[in-house]
């Protein structure tokens, strides 16, 4: 089969990890049978600087196009990058919520999983560690305070700020939805996580929530409040599953599950739209200060690579394949610097792209 992929490196060290994610793609591709076919489209920074915004309309033409979307990462410096002078709308993080609105990108799954050879890294007591985690974090991507209208004004000669949380009953069907499908693929449990002792939008989010559940009788189903949840990733991240809540909340939860595994240069992301287009790319940022070294860890980014082939193209068998490279080159103590420890070999960003295609 031939799989069109609009690549989109961005800024930082986006192009380095993406360069080894495509190699991981070309060996599974030779190994498998298979063809993949590269679009390469600019966002972010490096878009500004062609062409003065942070997405084209053609750009997002491409990726919407293309049977799945790799991303790097995008976005600079405030008060180095000039891009940050420019308005909001301007910047290099709005080519990213624009890309995500424009393709229909409503499921932000996240995994977050403690790998055994990184005990170590995790800041977590050691008895918590030794329990371990794996759990997948489902952010809703395109509602919420991220799109609900905003102003900035003088009220009676007082500057106010206005952002506006909103979601409507489908919106949140939507992804509760597909957090029980996955969940009935792993360990058939969904916590949804709202703030429904404050929020109108909570309380609705909570009562779709118990409408779907009825659908899903062998999933265990439990609501809990945000704060409480920010508590419970670090006090026992092992009795999490499926976790599942709105935009906001996500964001924040998922950079908090990351840390968590103490290692946020391992962790994948997908970003999925109603039908098999999606969006995948590293939980982590562009990483400026180390770009252009060949230092970054590019696992996060190939392992978004296969959360591509099982999700974009229903290739199960080929995303196993990259998984238990990944999970051989860690045996094989191989390690990129972030992840570095005693009596392990230290490699490159390119030097661990190729240690993990020699592997499948
Ligand atoms: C993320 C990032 C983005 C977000 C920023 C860069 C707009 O933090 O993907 O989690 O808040 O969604
Ligand atoms: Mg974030």
Redesign the pocket.
């Known amino acids: 089969m031939k799989y069109q992929i609009a690549c989109i490196p961005g800024d930082g060290i986006g192009p380095e990890i993406v360069a080894e994610a495509k190699k991981v793609l070309d060996k599974i591709g030779s190994k498998f049978g298979h063809e993949f076919l590269y679009t390469e489209v600019l966002m972010g920074g490096v878009s500004i600087d062609a062409y003065g915004v942070p997405l084209t309309d053609e750009a997002l033409e491409t990726a919407r196009k293309s049977d799945a979307v790799l991303l790097g990462a ?2 600079g410096r405030v008060g180095v990058d000039s891009w940050y002078d420019l308005p909001p709308h301007l910047r290099p ?1 709005a080519g ?2 624009a890309i995500r609105k424009g393709l229909g990108l409503f499921a ?1 799954l996240r995994p977050s999983y403690l790998y055994p050879e990184l005990k170590k890294a995790c800041p977590l007591k050691e008895s918590i560690a030794d329990a371990g985690f794996d759990m997948m974090i489902v952010r809703e ?1 395109t509602g919420g305070l ?1 799109f609900g209208n905003r102003e900035t004004k003088e009220v009676d000669g007082v500057m106010t700020a206005v952002d506006t949380l909103t979601y409507n009953e489908n919106e949140i069907r939507r992804i509760v939805v597909k957090a029980f499908d996955i969940a009935m693929k792993r360990r058939k449990k969904v916590t949804s996580v709202d703030k429904a002792n404050v929020l109108d939008s909570s309380r609705l989010w909570r009562k779709i929530v118990a409408e779907v559940a009825k659908d899903y009788p062998e999933v265990t189903v439990e609501d809990m409040l945000v704060d409480n949840c920010a508590m419970q990733l670090v006090k026992d991240p092992a009795q999490f599953d499926v976790v599942v809540t709105e ?1 906001m909340f996500g ?1 924040i939860l ?2 908090e599950a990351s840390m968590v595994t103490g290692s946020i240069g391992m962790l994948s ?1 997908a970003s999925l739209s109603e039908g098999k287009l999606g969006l995948y790319e590293p ?1 982590h ?1 562009a990483a400026p200060d180390i770009a252009g070294q060949n230092l970054a860890n590019p696992i996060a980014t190939i392992l978004s690579a296969a959360m591509m082939l099982r999700y974009s193209f229903d290739l199960d068998q080929e995303a196993d394949a990259v998984e238990a490279a990944v999970k051989q080159v860690l045996k094989d103590g191989i390690r990129t610097v972030d992840i570095m420890t005693e009596g392990c070999t230290q490699v490159s960003c390119s030097g661990m792209g190729d240690a993990i295609c020699d592997r499948i």
Request: negative net charge; aromatic residues 6%.
């Open positions: 995008v976005g993080e990213l919520l932000n991507l991220y935009n964001d998922s950079d992301s939980s940022g």
